[in-house]
């Protein structure tokens, strides 16, 4: 099967950790978010897969599903997001088959040359800036980098992932990417939601300033 023609990611691009999170955040108006679930049985990821793609749909979202391919082939879905391990382990043929269209995390020169050859539909680099909830074992790349990768990439879209705010937005856009991926940002904030508002007036002035 063809992928489906894929939307880029949006310019504010939220990750979540569960359903709960996505619910109470995609009827606020995110048109991309992606579900990172971790460590949770197999029935309970297919159940949060599906209910978010239900919840995504009513809403005019993308839902890319992190790491649990079969998952989101069995719901049907029509977006994925692989790390470099996962990408390894990953039955890509059976992911292409069915249609997905993958995005692939990378760190490195190495690990971009890896995802440019599983032809991606977006190439992610991160921690542009250091990170707070996940411990990174890759130093902080730095919006050069953005430039360089978006140099080698051309035309498929960049997301930055790292550290970012939106008072590094800009910069981050700037130097080349086409999206930011955020989850520390707002998910630490005291008001999650009116932090993602924050993040969604500052996409639409930047597309129509």
Partial sequence: MTPVAA????LFYPIVPDIDWLKRLVPLGIKTVQLRIKDAPQDEVRRQVVEGLSVCRAHGCDLIVNDYWE?????????????????????LPAIKKAGLNVGISTHSEDELETA?????YYV??????????KVMKWAPQGVERITAW??????LPLVAIGGITPD?????????????????????????????????????????P
């Fill in 7 to 10: 939307n880029p990611p949006a």
């Fill in 71 to 91: 998952a989101a082939v069995d719901a049907g879905a029509t977006y994925l997001h692989l790390g470099q391990e996962d990408l390894a382990a990953a039955d």
């Fill in 116 to 120: 440019l050859a599983a032809d991606p």
């Fill in 124 to 133: 992610a680099l991160g921690p542009i800036y250091e990170t707070k909830l």
């Fill in 150 to 155: 978006k140099r080698r990439i051309g035309t």
């Fill in 168 to 208: 590094r937005a800009g910069g981050v856009m700037a130097a080349g990417a086409d999206s930011v991926a955020v989850i520390t940002d707002f998910m630490t904030a005291p008001h999650p939601e009116a932090r993602v508002s924050l993040w969604l007036d500052w996409a639409r002035n930047l597309r129509h």
